[in-house]
């Protein structure tokens, strides 16, 4: 069945419940797991960014850091579930592509994610990475709510 799962997390409670989902899943399987996580990219407001380097600067650190931490978390709780992990980090804008692309080049079979369920005018306007992923992934997705 499924060998190599993928596992996207931000840091949130959802999405923590879906690496368990995630993690539960490839134990049960005999899978391995990748654990990938992205933070946004650093954008100045105005044309002069000279006057932000210092913002950008610490912004990148404690992005990163955060990053970090939720895939030491990650890989702590894979290691316990006996679960073979690794993590990856990206900082993107587009972060349904940064799983996506990540899933392709790393041989994932299966995307296992987390989705907040928004419907309507939020979906609309706010986006979904889920669904961003399920409509560009050619692999299969398995979205937990």
């Known amino acids: 069945m499924y ?6 997390i931000d840091g949130s409670s959802l999405s923590n419940a879906g690496l368990e989902l ?7 399987l005999g899978a391995r797991v990748t654990v990938v996580t992205a933070y946004a990219t650093f954008h100045a407001p105005s044309m002069e960014t000279v006057q ?41 804008d587009a972060p349904h592509q940064v799983i ?28 979904s990475q889920t669904q961003k992923v399920l409509a560009h992934s050619t692999l299969p997705v398995l979205v937990y709510r």
């Open 52 to 92: 932000f380097e210092g913002v950008r600067t610490a912004y990148e650190k404690q992005a990163s850091e955060l990053a970090r931490s939720y895939l030491a978390d990650a890989e702590a709780k894979a290691k316990a579930a006996g679960v073979p992990c690794n993590t990856e980090m990206r900082e993107s």
């Open 100 to 127: 996506i692309d990540i899933a392709m080049t790393q041989g994932c079979d299966l995307i296992a994610m987390s989705s907040h369920g928004r419907s309507g005018m939020a979906a609309l306007l706010l986006g």
């Open 22 to 28: 995630g993690l539960g899943l490839a134990r049960a």
């Open 3 to 8: 060998k190599h799962i993928l596992i996207p």
